[in-house]
Nanobody, 122 residues
Framework: QVQLVESGGGLAQAGGSLTLTCATSRAILSTIWSINIMGWYRQAPGKQRELVAT?????????GDSVKGRFTISRENVKRAVAVRLQLNGLQPEDTGVYYC??????????WGQGTQVTVSS
């Protein structure tokens, strides 16, 4: 398990922007090197968790259909950690939900962040 710390989120108006950041915490270098895919998922009340965006170590990105062209995922190595950032532009009320950071290692092990709330008002 990789410990993840999320930040960002909050309340925005429709058409506004937010930035979510997730970084590994207290991970040793071998663990950081083992991380392949980083990404964000979200869960709205009464709905299943869905893909928002992912990015591989090589920088290959994947986006959910509903966020393409509006959200941008990026990844960077920071001091003794790796971080994934999600830029949310053109927010819509349908983007409301709890956003979860996820990392997957090359061996297929998943770790999840605690979740951060995004609320978009119309």
């Amino acid at each position: 398990q990789v410990q993840l710390v999320e930040s960002g989120g909050g309340l925005a108006q429709a058409g506004g922007s937010l930035t979510l950041t997730c970084a590994t915490s207290r991970a040793i270098l071998s663990t950081i090197w083992s991380i392949n895919i980083m990404g964000w998922y979200r869960q709205a009340p009464g709905k299943q968790r869905e893909l928002v965006a992912t990015i591989t170590k090589e920088g290959v990105t994947t986006y959910g259909d509903s966020v393409k062209g509006r959200f941008t995922i990026s990844r960077e190595n920071v001091k003794r950690a790796v971080a994934v950032r999600l830029q949310l532009n053109g927010l819509q009320p349908e983007d409301t939900g709890v956003y979860y950071c996820n990392v997957r290692t090359y061996s297929g092990d998943d770790s999840w962040g605690q979740g951060t709330q995004v609320t978009v008002s119309s």
